[in-house]
């Protein structure tokens, strides 16, 4: 079991969004074009800088200059005085947004994908900022749960966890 209490502080928040976007750009190509994935992320980021200004530190290239790697996504260093939080929710609705935009070349087990291409480590530290994978997943069960108006709430002497509408 990794220790995960110093990863949020270890890891730049730069290296923990290019990951991210990455890994979904990475599990679409198996569904979709190339140019189509990176154009969602492209996209997102323009749409979501009304909501997340900081999302202006993250630039990526015209889609036809990119070379397909992590490299293509670069992230100016002021990103990484954001406050971890913050990039959490962000993080939490490019995934959301993005899974949503795919519509059915997601998949089924697009998040299971994700999940499995972002790495343990960085899944990790998305989670402490407060990303949760398993509330967009529910989103997909439940037609017209807002995500963002919900949290799941996890039993700490069981396995059982239920959804809590957020104050």
Known sequence: MIDTSDELNSVPNSDVIKHTLFSLIYVSCSKTSKDYAWTIVKNLLIDLKKDYDFLKYIHIDEVKNLKNTIDDISVMSSFDNIEPKQIGEAIQNII??????????????????????????????????????????????????ITSEYRIKDKHDSNIAYLEKKE
Do not use: C, W
């Open 96 to 145: 959301d947004n993005y899974r949503t935009r795919m519509g059915n070349k997601a998949g089924y087990f697009f998040l299971t994908e994700f999940k499995k291409i972002l790495g343990e480590e960085y899944h990790s530290i998305i989670k402490q900022m407060g990303v949760d994978l398993r509330i967009i997943d529910l989103q997909k069960k439940i037609p017209g749960l």
